[in-house]
């Protein structure tokens, strides 16, 4: 990504209506699936650390990322337990780790395959994996090229790797559900422009991030129920297989 992007995330992602709804609807959902005290949790592609401070009060995180300046914002957070690492060669032992939450990562990773596979290995038998990911190639334009992705996804694209990886899957969803037509709309004329490509974090009022962030937190309660047919982003969990308890018995 960027660096530019980077002092963006730490200057936004504490307020801004986008980084609040997808941590929200991605914490819920790790919360929710994993069924251990006090777990060990990594934030894989931790960013500037708005994540790994609110895990911190219920569970051990620890944060890897490939950018040595996004440590250092997570540094200027008061946070600890950091890792410089590639997602597709994870500088963890096998079966460290009860949970992984991965947001918005596995698009920056060249060989995704790879990263799921990592995954799957540093997982202990029974662990959670929540990620979220970029959907829909027809959306692909200055956003993507501003923060360094290789692909966006579908929902059936995501679970078919996991399925590869060898986790079973337990939820596949789209975000952004109730945003999306305008998203559609915003993405087609942000392709239509010249100059240098920018993520598109369009600054909003007050009122507006905060009836935003209302929409997100309805969209979140929806998900804990049903998948959404379309949105945005794609949020999967999955698990490494259960039959994995019997064997590292």
């Known amino acids: 990504m960027n660096p530019d992007e980077y002092t963006k995330m730490f200057e936004l992602e504490d307020q801004y209506w986008w980084f609040v709804?997808?941590?929200?609807?991605?914490?819920?959902?790790?919360?929710?699936?994993?069924?251990v005290s006090n777990p060990d949790v990594l934030d894989l592609g931790c960013g500037t650390g708005v994540v790994l401070r609110e895990l911190s009060s219920w569970a051990r995180p620890t944060g890897l990322d490939m950018s040595e300046l996004a440590l250092g914002y997570c540094t200027k957070r008061s946070l600890s337990r950091l890792i410089l690492g590639d997602g597709a060669?994870?500088?963890?032992?096998?079966?460290?780790?009860?949970?992984?939450?991965?947001?918005?990562?596995?698009e920056h990773i060249e060989d995704d395959s790879a990263a799921f596979a990592e995954a799957y290995r540093v997982l202990r038998p029974g662990g959670i994996l929540v990620l979220s990911v970029p959907a829909f190639r027809s959306l692909w334009g200055p956003h993507d090229i501003a923060l360094m992705h290789f692909r966006r996804y579908r929902a059936k694209e995501?679970?078919?790797?996991?399925?590869k990886a060898g986790f079973v899957i337990r939820r596949t969803s789209y975000s952004v559900f109730f945003l999306f037509p305008i998203v559609v709309v915003?993405?087609?004329?942000?392709?239509?422009?010249?100059?240098?490509?920018?993520?598109?974090?369009?600054?909003?009022?007050?009122?507006?991030?905060?009836?935003?962030?209302?929409?997100?937190?309805?969209?979140?309660?929806?998900?804990?129920?049903?998948?959404?047919?379309?949105?945005?982003?794609?949020?999967?969990?999955?698990?490494?297989?259960?039959?994995?308890?019997?064997?590292?018995r």
């Open 186 to 248: 915003w993405r087609f004329f942000e392709k239509q422009k010249k100059g240098k490509a920018k993520a598109s974090l369009v600054s909003v009022p007050k009122w507006a991030n905060r009836l935003l962030i209302g929409l997100q937190n309805l969209e979140t309660s929806i998900i804990s129920r049903f998948d959404l047919p379309w949105g945005s982003s794609v949020i999967a969990v999955a698990q490494r297989v259960e039959r994995e308890l019997v064997e590292a």
């Open 21 to 35: 709804g997808r941590r929200r609807l991605a914490l819920n959902l790790l919360r929710h699936h994993v069924n």
């Open 158 to 163: 995501v679970r078919a790797r996991l399925e």
């Open 89 to 106: 060669k994870l500088p963890i032992a096998a079966c460290k780790v009860d949970a992984i939450i991965g947001l918005d990562i596995f």
